[in-house]
């Protein structure tokens, strides 16, 4: 039905009776310029309103401190603090390696114990966050988790700077390591938590600029800290950083755990039971192949991160006769990629689900129309979706997430390409331009491919999202560990071009393996429901 005496702006789609219609008529004289779209989740129409200025409806249905209702600026602060912060992890664990000749003489130790101080942080970085993401969970928070990882950090760094033997700085690098990647874990269950599935992608790929980026600049710090101050200050001005990190934490990012409320009642949802912190409850995750493939897609290629940071100082030294300045600056071609390629995939990963949501919308409309339901309203462009997104709130649309998955193969194609591009440019020692440029749109294509599916598990997995996180970190750790022991012995035996075409040829073999998740995913993501009682009203 479509009032056009009262409101001309105004259009209602309705399948009740008209004695309803009539009552619907009189709510449109008090509020103007109001696009009211009805839609039935289940069957067909479900009474809902879209509105651009009726705060009244607002108030009736948003819970007071429901994190999602907090003012924009309230959550970008929260965001933008918590992305500076989570580049602490990822800093801390390269940061060191340009230390670990010096560590070796100062503490008169071996090779092998000098190694294993850096390996064992890699580790237990992503041992940790299974535990902390155990505690999110079964305490509902999330501030908590960050402020004694924190203080973990803090503490165990300043320990690592007072180390009169290796056998200590090992200890403590473990406890550094459980406290360093905590906020990078569990920071993008917090954005969950504030923001809706269509503004997720744009807030994921803000929140990974500054925290994939900490391995490539983690080696070029090192390397000055440690020629000009020494090894111990490494620690030092990282227990500072934390420290900071803890203080703006404390006072600007609030608690962000929202209890979901589930249409199926079950004891095992039910917060009292949660006493037992298991820390390893994260990993059952891994029995829904949409989890573990998707998981394994993203670690595969994330970890050419971390090989290009072990590979790129000895491959521009040997070929290109660089110092260590100007081989820091070689870091900076990826960085900027990846910095770049993480808000661009952000953007187009929510302006797929906007996309795809008007679409469905539109679709409705006209199968309404066709069925009769809807009377003839005109052309096209009557029944189409205003761009202006800010009069129409899709929020009661559902997409399926394996949506989101369409924004990844762009960035998919450009991965494999740079990365046999730049392996063979230094293997046939080319002009130092063709690497530069191929590792600064092979790091761009990494984070374009990363955010619209890192958004498709976190959408897939309701109320588990920082068990996801917890996983993802967990193995990209163990991948990117194993990588970055066997790269240098791989390129020493087969060379740059066949160490770098041997891991992308892994990586389009778990690349063709996502496209199951396309046609699987949505009986798994049920499956995934089922066994935690999860309603369909939660997202």
């Known amino acids: 039905m479509i009032d056009n005496e009262k409101n001309n ?10 004695q309803k219609q009539d009552d619907k008529n009189n709510n449109f004289e008090e509020n103007q310029q109001t696009l009211t779209v009805e839609i039935d989740v289940q069957n067909s129409i479900n009474s809902k309103k879209l509105t651009e200025e009726s705060t009244t409806t607002k108030e009736n249905k948003k ?12 959550k970008w602060i929260v965001l933008i603090v918590l992305s500076c912060g989570a580049i602490i992890g990822p800093i801390s664990s390269t940061i060191f390696y340009p230390a670990l000749l010096a560590v070796r003489k100062q503490l008169n130790t071996n090779d092998i114990l000098a190694n294993t101080s850096a390996a064992v942080f890699l580790i237990f970085q992503g041992i940790g966050p299974l535990g902390w993401a155990a505690y999110s969970d079964a305490r509902h928070t999330r ?25 200590l700085l090992i200890v403590m690098r473990c406890f550094q390591a459980c406290g360093s990647n905590a906020l990078h874990a569990i920071g993008p269950s917090t954005i ?13 790929g803000i929140f990974y600029l500054f925290p994939l980026v900490g391995p490539l600049f983690g080696p070029i710090f090192g390397g000055y800290i440690t020629q000009y101050l020494g090894w111990r200050w490494i620690f030092w001005l990282i227990a500072i950083l934390g420290f900071i990190v803890l203080i703006f934490i404390f006072f600007f990012v609030p ?57 790129l100082p000895r491959e521009f030294n040997s070929i290109y006769h660089l110092s260590s300045s100007y081989t820091g600056l070689v870091f900076l071609s990826p960085a900027v990629g990846y910095m770049l390629g993480s808000v661009i995939g952000g953007k187009y990963a929510d302006y797929i689900i906007r996309e795809a949501k008007k679409s469905s919308l539109i679709a409705h409309i006209k199968n309404q129309k ?3 339901i809807l009377k003839e309203v005109g052309n ?34 450009i991965i494999p390409i740079c990365y046999l591009a730049y392996g063979w440019s230094l293997e046939y020692k080319v002009s130092i331009i063709y690497p530069v440029i191929f590792s600064f749109f092979g790091g761009f294509g990494q984070l374009v491919a990363f955010t619209p599916i890192y958004t498709y598990l976190v959408d897939s997995f309701p109320t588990k999202s920082v068990w996801v996180n917890a996983n993802l970190t967990f193995l990209r750790q163990i991948i990117a560990g194993i990588m970055s022991i066997l790269s240098v012995p ?3 035996s087969i060379g740059t071009g066949w160490t770098f075409s041997l891991i992308v040829f892994l990586y389009i073999i778990i690349t063709l393996s996502v496209i199951f998740v396309i046609f699987k995913g949505k009986q798994w993501r049920l499956k995934f429901r089922k066994d935690f009682n999860i309603g369909d009203d939660i997202s």
């Open 9 to 18: 702006s105004s259009i209602s789609i309705n399948n009740d009776d008209q």
């Open 63 to 74: 819970e007071e401190d429901d994190p999602v209702d907090w003012p924009k600026r309230k």
């Open 143 to 167: 501030r908590n988790v960050y402020l004694f990882s924190l203080i973990l950090f803090v503490v165990a760094s300043a320990i690592c700077a007072l180390s009169n033997n290796i056998w």
């Open 192 to 204: 969950s938590d504030m923001f809706i599935s269509e503004e997720r992608g744009n807030a994921f």
């Open 255 to 311: 608690e962000t755990y929202r209890i979901h409320k589930t249409s199926i009642i079950s004891s095992d949802s039910t917060p009292v039971k949660k006493k037992f912190i298991n820390p390893f409850a994260p990993l059952i995750l891994f029995r829904y192949p949409n989890l573990s493939i998707v998981l394994s897609y993203i670690s595969i290629f994330l970890s050419l991160i971390y090989t290009q940071a072990a590979l």
């Open 370 to 372: 066709e069925n009769g």
């Open 380 to 413: 096209e462009e009557t029944i189409g979706i205003p761009k202006d997104d800010v009069i129409l709130d899709l929020t009661i649309i559902k997409v399926e997430p394996e949506k989101r998955i369409r924004g990844t193969w762009f960035g998919a194609i």
């Open 490 to 492: 791989m390129e020493d």
